[in-house]
Each structure stands twice: as structure tokens, then as C-alpha cells.
């Protein structure tokens, strides 16, 4: 089963901790869509307005776009050690748009 990185600082982060191989007690989520739902909670909860499905703005500030829900987050794939996953190819993030 894949997990999913958000970007999002630990404690503000909604997944579960897990151990990876760039650091212990990292919070991952099931699923790009859940790693995107839970940025989104964050930059909701920096005083970002959400202006389309996935346009975020600050006043005054560019304007931020998220990578599309089912490439969002950093993939992560087994490692050698079974009980510690690390970095997949493919990452996803977002654009700043000014």
C-alpha cells in the first residue's frame, strides 16, 4: 500500500505517523487525495481564501495553485528495511502564480 506526503508542517499535518527513511515519525496519508485535502485544511487555516478548486489567495499575495488531487504529494514506496518507506519518482505539489 502506498502512502502519500502533504507538505504540511507536523503539527498541522491530519495523517498518521510513520517511519521513512529520511526521518522517524513522519505523517503520511492513504492517498494523494487525502495528502491534498489536508493542505488544503492548512492553507485554510493560515487565512488563505480558497477562490477555485484549487486557487488559494492571501491578500495582496500571488496566487497559489495546487497540483491536480490525484497528483498531489510526494509518493512513497517501500524500502529496503520492509518497515521504512522512501521517496518514489513521481512528486506533486503546487504553482505560485502572480
Known amino acids: ?16 505517523i510513520k517511519n521513512v527513511s529520511f526521518g522517524e515519525g513522519i505523517k503520511t496519508h492513504g492517498s494523494s487525495k487525502q495528502a491534498f485535502q489536508c493542505h488544503k ?11 477555485g478548486s484549487r486557487e488559494f489567495q492571501q491578500p495582496g499575495e500571488p496566487i497559489l495553485v495546487l497540483s491536480k488531487e490525484s497528483h498531489f504529494g510526494v509518493r512513497l514506496r517501500s524500502g529496503k528495511e520492509d518497515n521504512r518507506d522512501m521517496p518514489s519518482g513521481r512528486t506533486g505539489g503546487f504553482i505560485l502564480i502572480s
Open 41 to 51: 485544511a492548512y492553507l485554510l487555516q493560515q487565512g488563505y481564501k480558497q477562490i
Open 1 to 16: 500500500m502506498s502512502s502519500f506526503l502533504c507538505g504540511v508542517p507536523k503539527n498541522f499535518c491530519q495523517g498518521s
